[in-house]
DNA sequence: ATTCGAAAATTGGTCAGTCCAATTTCAATG
DNA sequence: CATTGAAATTGGACTGACCAATTTTCGAAT
């Protein structure tokens, strides 16, 4: 039945191909795929091989299996990383964040040289987002993610982007930050973050590095204290972060 | 056969149970875990959901699968990321660069505030090896990624040390990447870089943020600027980056 | 007509057995 | 001692079947 091609490796043929259809839109977030039994006929390879080329789009995150209810899209491009794959990754919230906030504000300061109009359009959707759920009570905080994304994606590289949406996807993964995250939503921290927010997109509009640098610094510095503050946690990384981490800010070297 | 535990997603559970061996050192990198067959009698498993554990190790970097040979051993720890499932991930060198570039600077920075004595140790070994690489006309430039990795290492925080590692794990996927260094070996800039690796220690060794900043992001530059005039492509994330992206660099903010 | 619940259909989860193909092993051969 | 080629090993894939979770259907009760 297989003689030729490439013989080895059958099922990463079938993701790539099922991926690009997902990329290309064939299939959107939230529909399903057809049934496993379907697939196999339609590519003219057995259930198993499908079920195998399944599972690397799930550990890729592109698609979540469930029984009875068939082959859910759930992302249209590989949202992957250990963590996708369940991997324990559980990194202190405070190591995460000095991470953050080390990357964030450079790329907050470079997305300013770069960003553009459309970018500033939707970042400004964004905060109109925020600002509803802020006032609505909202747990989720899907719209917070979405904004430092778009700050992520103003950068036009692709490589900060993802690097940058690596991170935050690490967040969700830990126990700790799920567990303070219910606790920020009833303080009213969220509404001092929005004014952060404000006014890191007020530099970005304006196109100053150093204020965006500055405004996405204060902000994550302002995250750290808050969540310092809310958990009794003892986390080895703030020692000797809180001051210690703010690095560089000499002449401009390169050219 | 099956009737209760959670039903779902049997593979997981094996994956992560092979996983565990590996990482315990049950099987050594290099060695072979036993036969797909074994291994389904060991767990009372169906051959094909031994597979499907499989499968995931092998995304995940663990194993290698060779027909006729068995099941290798090829890392100790998940290596991951979106490129180790194969998949397209062809990012051009510059816009890689510019990442790294902005990011390792600050990583540097940070780490001279934070490295330990065996760090430091640790770097001048890598170094020595560089050393010795540049004198043999090396083309394997792994020290090279060691001494990058060290300095991440030496921020003491892991997230900042896997991101890093993420953006030199891209580098090794790009079809442009391995065109680049194969016609870099043979000049001498690589003996330019070592002297550029060791104004970075120099500048750890001392401690200084600023200097350790400076050092890397000159020497990124001149990576960068290396490869351009060595390639003649025309790159669309060069414009507009070569001086633009010297961004921040202000007063700390923070406290 | 609407609502509710049980049966039926759908769909993934897993298994057992079989055959093929690539690789390795190892003994016979020169 | 090197080479070769057959046999054993090992992964690749298929078929067909049955189970379990979910969804859908449809008739009965209101």
């Known amino acids: 039945m297989n003689s030729d091609a490439k013989t080895q490796r059958r099922y990463r043929e079938l993701a790539e191909q099922l991926q690009g259809d997902i990329a290309a839109g064939r299939y959107e977030v939230g529909e399903r795929l057809p049934p496993?039994?379907?697939l196999a006929e339609a590519f003219s390879v057995s259930r198993p091989t499908i079920r195998e080329a399944l599972i690397m789009l799930e550990i890729l995150g592109l698609v979540q299996v469930r029984v009875g209810s068939g082959i859910h899209v759930v992302?249209?491009?590989?949202?992957?990383?250990?963590?996708?794959a369940g991997?324990?990754?559980?990194?202190?919230?405070?190591?995460?964040?000095?991470?953050?906030?080390?990357?964030?504000?450079e790329v907050a300061a470079f997305a300013a040289n770069r960003t553009t109009k459309s970018d500033i359009a939707r970042m400004r959707e964004a905060l109109?987002?925020?600002?509803?759920?802020?006032?609505?009570?909202?747990?989720?905080?899907?719209?917070?993610?979405?904004?430092?994304?778009?700050i992520a994606e103003a950068t036009q590289n692709t490589v900060l982007h993802e690097t940058v949406r690596s991170l935050w996807q690490r967040r969700h993964r830990s126990a700790m930050w799920l567990q303070l995250h219910r606790r920020i939503a009833e303080q009213e921290y969220r509404r001092q973050w929005l004014d952060d927010?404000?006014?890191?997109?007020?530099?970005?509009?304006?196109?100053?590095?150093?204020?965006?640098?500055?405004?996405?610094?204060?902000?994550?510095?302002?995250?750290?204290?808050?969540?310092?503050?809310?958990?009794?946690?003892?986390?080895?990384?703030?020692?000797?972060?809180?001051?210690?981490?703010?690095?560089?800010?000499?002449?401009?070297?390169?050219?």
Chains 1, 2 share one sequence.
């Open 128 to 150: 109109d987002m925020e600002r509803r759920d802020v006032a609505a009570g909202d747990t989720d905080h899907r719209s917070d993610e979405m904004f430092h994304l778009l």
């Open 87 to 105: 991997l324990a990754d559980d990194v202190g919230p405070f190591e995460l964040l000095q991470a953050r906030q080390l990357i964030e504000s």
């Open 197 to 255: 927010h404000q006014a890191v997109l007020a530099a970005l509009r304006a196109r100053n590095p150093e204020a965006a640098y500055d405004a996405m610094w204060s902000h994550l510095q302002r995250v750290r204290e808050t969540l310092l503050a809310i958990s009794d946690v003892d986390d080895p990384h703030f020692d000797g972060f809180l001051f210690t981490s703010a690095t560089i800010k000499t002449a401009v070297p390169g050219g």
């Open 36 to 38: 496993e039994r379907d």
């Open 75 to 84: 992302s249209r491009t590989p949202t992957l990383s250990a963590q996708g």
